[in-house]
Every structure is written in C-alpha cells, then in structure tokens.
C-alpha cells in the first residue's frame, strides 16, 4: 500500500512538474474581447409602447493560445443583452471552440466549433468593434434572434473548416468548405436545452471568392437537411397537409448566398443577397426566404464613417391543403443612415437611425380573402465599442 | 533678390523630400533578398505569415505618424487606418497577432535586428549593418 501511495504521489509530481515546465515553455495565453454598450429610442409599433433603453448590447471574450508555429487554440464566450441569470435577461453562448493547424496562406485547417464563411458578413457579424451599426443587417442582427430566426438565413455554426486563397500578384481566389450540424439543434425550446444535438443530418457549405485590390466577390451555399421547419407549427402544418410529421423531416433545405464589396478612394460599398430554399417535395407546400442589404459609405475623415443602408428581409410561404389553402408573404424594409467615430484604435462611437417597415399579406385562398397588415416604426441609436 | 533665396531654399527643401527613401528592413535571417509590392502589402495585412523557408513574419510598425509612415502606406496602396481595421479583423477572428508597433525608428532597426522573421520599415538614414535592406520606397511615389 505505502509502495502504491509512493507510485501514485511521484507519478503525481511528474504530471505536474510536466505540465508546469510545459506551461512555462508555451506562449502565454492571450485573452481580449469587446463589448458594445447601446441606447435605443424604438417608437411604437404593433401593440408595443414606445421603448428607451440602454443596454450592454453584446460583451465577447476570447482565449487564444498557439500551441505551436502551426496550431492555434481559440475560445469565443458571448454575452448578449445585458445577460444575467439572476434576472433572466439576454443570452450567453459558447460561440467558439477551436483548433486551427496554418499550412500557408493556401490551406488552413479548421476543427471544433466555428462561425463559417457565407458571404462577407457571416463570420463577423458579431464582431462589433468592426462594423459601423448598432443594429446590424437583421439576419446578422444576434441580439434580434428571439424575432428573426439567424440561423435560417446563415449557418450559425460549423465544427471542420478547410480554407485558404491561392494567389497571383494582386488577384486572390479564396475558397472555403465545411461541415457541421443541420441547424436544427434544439428546436423546440419548449422541451428544454440540453445541449445534446439529436441532429442525423450534415450542414456542408462553403464559399469560392475573389479578391483584386479593393474588390471583393464571393458566392457561398451551403446545402443541409431539415427535421423540421421552424417557421411554421410542424404539427399542425404536417396535420393540415394530411400528412405525418416524419413525412416532413429530412426536409433538404439549400442556401445561395452572393457578396460583393468595393472600396473606392473614401467610398466603401457593400451588398449581399441571401436566398433559402426547402426543397419540401411536397407540391401543397411552399417556404422560400430572401435577404438582401446594400450599404454605401463615405469615410469623412480617418475616423469618421458616415453610411446609408437598406435592408430587406422577404419571407414566402404556402399552404396549398384542401380547405386550407393561404400564401403568406411577409417582407421587412429598413432604411438606415449611420455614423462612427474612432476616438482611437480602441474606442468607436456610433450613431444609427433605422426606419422599419413591416408588410404582411395573408391571402386565403379557400375563402378569397386577403388580410394586410402594415406597420412602421423607427429606431434611434447611439453606443460605444470596445476593444480591449 | 529675398524670393530668390526663398525660392531656392524651397526648392531644395523639396528636392530633399523627394529624394529621401522609405527602407523596408528584415531581419538578416529572412530567406528573401528583395521584395515587390504585392507581397509586401500581403505581409501587412497577415494574408502572408510565413517566409518561404517555414519561418514567421513578425510583422513591426512605426507607431507615430509622419513622412516615413505616410510614403510606406502610400507605396503598399493602404491607408494606415484601413490596416488598423484589417489587423483588427485578423486579430478577432483569431487569424492573426497585431503587429507591434515602436515609438521611434531606432526601436524598429533594433527590434528587427533582434527578431527572428522581423520586417519593418524605417528612413534609409536610419538603416545600419545589423538588418537586410529588402526594398527602397522613394518618398511621394508608389
């Protein structure tokens, strides 16, 4: 017995005097982040009073190691809307996790939980010390989830990533495939979060783009199957079909993405497109989604950006089951006009004016009757971010 | 006669501008001997973070703003505050370190004499024997 406690104890030293002279060898460990603190003025709208709020927008923190020349470790916490347990607000989100080995500039290896490229927003959308909004185009608006469902526009998350840009002289072709989850991981937040993805199905995308001097192209798609569709009560969807719920999983469900930007002297201008497809197969059904934002900018100064923008979010859907037929069309416009402020390379005030309007038109087919809705509202916006 | 003198003395104040150069140094380690424009902007913005034998840039910046500073952004095509905001965007998606960036000329020669796979730039004046010359910028031209 004394012998084995005399085994488990050196052992035990080895372990750690390891682990220790191994530390002291390694780089240290580099830890950053941002936050972004906002005010925002919404008037009314809907059956919602007026609003004034502030509020800590979205704190990120991250936790990057390099393990070696190579390999690179990377952690991602998220904070969104002034999170605290105590009092139930806001979101925290394990956003990253991973490895990534750099072979050149040509290929990089990317392991464990990650944001993919689509588009040119995707990857950064949450990275608001470099965007000039407050509120952002609305499919990469996170702290907008609990309204417009992200994940159906663009894939949130990927967990093996292969990308790189070959080059010649100035011109560069990128390119990016992955693989991770169908997104829909947890989808009935009723029945609780336990953070086991049930999901039998791959998400795989990938993006091929390219770049000369300050033009930027890129067209992405990503191509998954759904068990369910979000948007619409499965249940009684697959009942009003007259049909059984397990006919619609596995739904496959396709995103097209194109993005191109162009910096001109102090011009910048930015544009992408987003379209959603479910490929139901089921010829009484319909579901197709379409984003678009254009953004034209003017750097004023070095540190002033002012901007105008436009945004439209379009969702289609119908229902064409005997006795129940409808079309449902819901479009979201946003004009906004904008400006930052960099007081330094840490600190970016910004300003936003956002004017929404919202249309929804549900024709019944069965009854001939066709209900309109629209509402408009405006928001007002001022924050600061921070890099530290 | 005065403006003559003026004129002169203006005229030689610029002469001297224009023909002053922006070096950009490496450390002696460094494979390459010369370098062309392309690849040193790719080097800057961390789109290029390895030499060509395997080992990694480290890419240093002239903190102050000045002539030097102006001609090198120049010449690469890149405003330095658009640099700032590409590093930035590296530096959060976790593909890159910011460069350092050094208060005087003299730390830089010295930084990048000291650091393996160091480049930096600085005034020719100001290059000793302790760095390799990798390109020479001639100031108000790109």
Known sequence: MTRLNTVMSLSLIFILTSASLTQSG????????????SFQHWTTFEDRKEQNS??????????????????????????????????????????????????NEKFNLKLGLQIPIFNNLNEIKNRTPLLPYIVRPLVYETSFSEFIIIEEFVPDRAFLQVYGFLPKGETK???????????????????????????????????????????????????????????????????SL???????????????????????????????????????????????????????????????????????????????????????????????????????????FKGQFARVKADEELHLLSHDDVIKEEDKFSVYAVAVSVFF | MKSVIVALFCFLVNATIVLSQVAVISHKSVPEDSMT?????????????????????????????????????????????????????????????TPESLETEDDVVKKVASTAGAIGFVSQSSVTTDVKVLLLIQQGKN
């Open chain 2, 37 to 97: 424009k392309s690849v040193l902007l790719d080097l800057y913005t961390g789109d290029i973070q390895s030499w060509s034998n395997g080992e990694p840039v480290i890419v240093i910046d002239l903190k102050p703003r000045g002539d030097v500073k102006t001609a090198f952004y120049d010449f690469i095509g890149k405003k330095s505050s658009r640099i700032k905001s590409i590093w930035l965007k590296k530096k959060l998606s976790g593909e890159w370190d």
């Open chain 1, 26 to 37: 390694d780089s240290p460990i580099g830890i950053f982040g941002y936050f972004q603190n």
């Open chain 1, 173 to 239: 072709c990128d390119y990016a495939f992955y693989l991770g989850n169908s997104s829909n991981m947890n989808d009935n937040r009723e029945k609780g979060q336990t953070g086991i993805d049930t999901t039998t199905t791959f998400l795989a995308g990938g993006r091929l783009g390219f770049r000369y001097r300050e033009l930027k192209l890129g067209l992405s798609a990503t191509h998954e199957k759904k068990n369910g569709i979000r948007t619409l009560d499965f249940i009684s969807l697959a009942d």
């Open chain 1, 242 to 348: 007259g049909r059984e719920p397990s006919e619609l999983m596995g739904l496959p469900k396709t995103r097209l993405g194109v993005d191109m930007s162009y910096k001109f002297t102090n011009f910048i201008f930015e544009s992408e497109f987003v379209t959603v497809n479910i490929d139901e197969g089921i010829p009484e059904l319909e579901l197709d989604l379409d984003f678009y934002y254009a953004t034209l900018g003017y750097h004023l100064t070095e540190q002033l950006f002012a901007y105008g923008s436009y945004w439209v979010v379009d969702v289609h859907s119908a229902l064409l089951a005997t006795g129940d037929e409808k079309v449902e069309d819901e479009a979201i416009q946003t004009l906004n006009i904008g400006a930052s402020y960099d007081l330094n390379d840490r600190i970016r």
């Open chain 1, 54 to 103: 502030f509020s800590v927008q979205q704190l990120n923190l991250f936790f990057q190691k390099d393990l070696s020349r190579d390999w690179t470790a990377f952690i991602n916490f998220e904070f969104l809307n002034s999170f605290s347990s105590i009092r139930q607000w806001g979101a925290a989100n394990l956003e990253e996790a991973w490895v990534k080995y750099r072979a």
